[in-house]
């Protein structure tokens, strides 16, 4: 018998220690690689990057089309790694990153942000997969260098003026101070965003909805739209909207204009029925003609001059120099040592990854519930249209569940919080957040605390006045 064992371990070796010599050199020979044209080569500090990357096989999980090793039409072997890699493309995509990486472009800083929370947290590879792929088990040095080169991503292409030094590699940046606009067309969009002829029966304006004096929102759980109507999602921020990679929870606007288009026509929203019949109450007050000919040399009023006007002027609806962008400036007392611990806390455990850049967020989707599923714990609340966010307007099945990750400017102010409005208040939305969408789960409720003392720290000024003091 001891025999037997002892023959059958031999055997097991044998076979366990071919399979792994075999996939190492599978995965090495199958690894995404450069091309020789690309500006990388030149670069070793990128290339030592990419060269871990690849060492770790990240686009096996990671990535859409990919030659997968022969185990994975193995019964239970595939259905493990299909679920690794359904997972995977849930939390992050590879291929914008080697594409950037093959032309030599910088990386998203929300690529960026994730992977360095990976490298910092030591999350990847799974230990299931490293007891197959020994090489992919990547070392502190390995993930060291991984990190140098994103700090250095960032202070190349994201660090913002006025930026302190040390600074200049955070996942956030302050606000510019202004960007670039027509100021004609802004003094137009200005009073076309409070102008009531835009809606159906002339009660609603752009800012029924998105108030100025309220964060940019509401404060309803969803819209109160034309003749009383109830929308059905919660109402995003207008201010710093111009930092959103796309507009509404589902990303179906590609920018402000198309933004701008959409709840004019909304037949619960502001319930016009078509673009000439809001052009032709425009056109009788002598004044828009005016206004009009003076931004475009024509009087044409139509969709287009109506929504580029409040695109634009929804341009400078930036709120710079809040308290956390004058810490980030360098002044040290800018916020408090609360702050200062609940920002290092909210690196930690990855909010950072999904919330970064100038917006703190807007530049990405994320699945509502990536680490536990939000919806089958939701109370009182069956699922409705809007709970299928991006799915909506791709119908790709893939993008059941995901929203454009709101942006966390100014957000003490814009309660109540999520797409459905559930969660009422600030410390609510970041208990339901931890537990939802990091791998923590559940964190010590000081630091849920100083979380939101961070997150208040990022509430700004608008044309120089705190939007907080603004007169309601």
Same mark, same amino acid.
């Given at each position: 018998?001891?025999?037997?064992?002892?023959?059958?371990?031999?055997?097991?070796?044998?076979?366990?220690?071919?399979?792994?010599?075999?996939?190492?050199?599978?995965?090495?020979?199958?690894?995404?690689?450069?091309?020789?044209?690309?500006?990388?080569?030149?670069? !070793?500090?990128?290339?030592?990057?990419?060269?871990?990357?690849?060492?770790?096989?990240?686009?096996?999980?990671?990535?859409?089309?990919? #030659?997968?090793?022969?185990?994975?039409?193995?019964?239970?072997?595939?259905?493990?790694?299909?679920?690794?890699?359904?997972?995977?493309?849930?939390?992050?995509?590879?291929?914008?990153?080697?594409?950037?990486?093959?032309?030599?472009?910088?990386?998203?800083?929300? =690529?960026?942000?994730?992977?360095?929370?990976?490298?910092?947290?030591?999350?990847?590879?799974?230990?299931?997969?490293?007891?197959?792929?020994?090489?992919?088990?990547?070392?502190?040095?390995?993930?060291?260098?991984?990190?140098?080169?994103?700090?250095?991503?960032?202070?190349?292409?994201?660090?913002?003026?006025?930026?302190?030094?040390?600074?200049? #590699?955070?996942?956030?940046?302050?606000?510019?101070?202004?960007?670039?606009?027509?100021?004609?067309?802004?003094?137009?969009?200005? !009073?076309?965003?409070?102008?009531?002829?835009?809606?159906?029966?002339?009660?609603?304006?752009?800012?029924?909805?998105?108030?100025?004096?309220?964060?940019?929102?509401?404060?309803?759980?969803?819209?109160?739209?034309?003749?009383?109507?109830?929308?059905?999602?919660?109402?995003?921020?207008?201010?710093?909207?111009?930092?959103?990679?796309?507009?509404?929870?589902?990303?179906?606007?590609?920018?402000?204009?198309?933004?701008?288009?959409?709840?004019?026509?909304?037949?619960?929203?502001?319930? =016009?029925?078509?673009?000439?019949?809001?052009?032709?109450?425009?056109?009788?007050?002598?004044?828009?003609?005016?206004?009009?000919?003076?931004?475009? /040399?024509?009087?044409?009023?139509?969709?287009?001059?109506?929504?580029?006007?409040?695109?634009?002027?929804?341009?400078?609806?930036?709120?710079?120099?809040?308290?956390?962008?004058?810490?980030?400036?360098?002044?040290?007392?800018?916020? =408090?040592?609360?702050?200062?611990?609940?920002?290092?806390?909210?690196? /930690?455990?990855?909010?950072?990854?999904?919330?970064?850049?100038?917006?703190?967020?807007?530049?990405?989707?994320?699945?509502?519930?990536?680490?536990?599923?939000?919806?089958?714990?939701?109370?009182?609340?069956?699922?409705?249209?809007?709970?299928?966010?991006?799915?909506?307007?791709?119908?790709?099945?893939?993008?059941?569940?995901?929203?454009?990750?709101?942006?966390?400017?100014?957000?003490?102010?814009?309660?109540?919080?999520?797409?459905?409005?559930?969660?009422?208040?600030?410390?609510?939305?970041?208990?339901?957040?931890?537990?939802?969408?990091?791998?923590?789960?559940?964190?010590?409720?000081?630091?849920?605390?100083?979380?939101?003392?961070?997150?208040?720290?990022?509430?700004?000024?608008?044309?120089?006045?705190?939007?907080?003091?603004?007169?309601?």
């Amino acid at each position: 018998m001891k025999k037997l064992i002892l023959m059958l371990l031999v055997v097991f070796a044998i076979v366990y220690g071919g399979v792994v010599t075999y996939l190492t050199r599978y995965d090495h020979s199958t690894a995404p690689s450069l091309s020789d044209s690309s500006p990388l080569r030149h670069d !070793k500090m990128a290339m030592d990057a990419f060269n871990v990357l690849r060492e770790a096989r990240c686009d096996y999980c990671h990535t859409q089309k990919v #030659d997968m090793p022969f185990y994975f039409k193995i019964p239970v072997a595939n259905q493990l790694m299909q679920s690794d890699r359904t997972k995977g493309l849930e939390n992050f995509h590879l291929e914008p990153v080697l594409d950037s990486m093959n032309k030599g472009e910088p990386v998203d800083n929300v =690529s960026l942000s994730r992977i360095e929370f990976v490298m910092q947290r030591n999350l990847m590879p799974p230990s299931l997969y490293l007891l197959m792929h020994w090489h992919a088990r990547l070392s502190a040095e390995q993930r060291d260098t991984v990190i140098k080169w994103i700090k250095r991503e960032r202070r190349q292409s994201y660090a913002t003026s006025g930026v302190a030094e040390q600074f200049a #590699d955070e996942p956030i940046q302050p606000i510019p101070e202004s960007l670039e606009v027509d100021a004609k067309k802004v003094a137009l969009g200005e !009073k076309l965003f409070f102008e009531k002829r835009l809606s159906g029966d002339n009660t609603l304006t752009c800012a029924s909805c998105h108030d100025l004096k309220k964060g940019g929102v509401d404060n309803l759980v969803t819209a109160t739209g034309i003749n009383g109507q109830k929308g059905p999602i919660n109402v995003p921020t207008v201010y710093n909207s111009v930092f959103n990679h796309t507009q509404f929870w589902d990303g179906r606007a590609s920018d402000l204009m198309a933004q701008a288009a959409g709840p004019v026509m909304n037949p619960i929203e502001m319930g =016009s029925k078509k673009w000439e019949e809001v052009a032709d109450k425009l056109r009788k007050d002598p004044s828009y003609e005016k206004d009009f000919m003076n931004v475009y /040399n024509s009087p044409v009023i139509d969709q287009k001059t109506i929504t580029e006007a409040i695109a634009e002027y929804e341009k400078t609806l930036i709120t710079p120099d809040s308290p956390f962008d004058m810490y980030l400036k360098g002044i040290d007392s800018a916020i =408090s040592e609360r702050a200062k611990h609940g920002y290092q806390v909210f690196k /930690n455990i990855g909010c950072a990854s999904c919330h970064n850049g100038v917006g703190v967020g807007g530049a990405s989707f994320a699945k509502m519930g990536l680490q536990r599923d939000f919806f089958q714990d939701r109370l009182n609340k069956a699922l409705t249209n809007a709970d299928f966010g991006r799915f909506n307007f791709t119908h790709d099945q893939n993008d059941r569940f995901f929203f454009k990750i709101p942006l966390l400017r100014n957000i003490a102010l814009t309660a109540p919080y999520f797409h459905d409005g559930s969660a009422k208040t600030l410390k609510e939305a970041v208990i339901e957040m931890v537990k939802y969408q990091t791998p923590d789960h559940q964190i010590p409720d000081q630091d849920v605390d100083d979380i939101v003392e961070f997150l208040k720290s990022l509430t700004g000024k608008y044309q120089g006045q705190a939007i907080d003091k603004m007169n309601p």
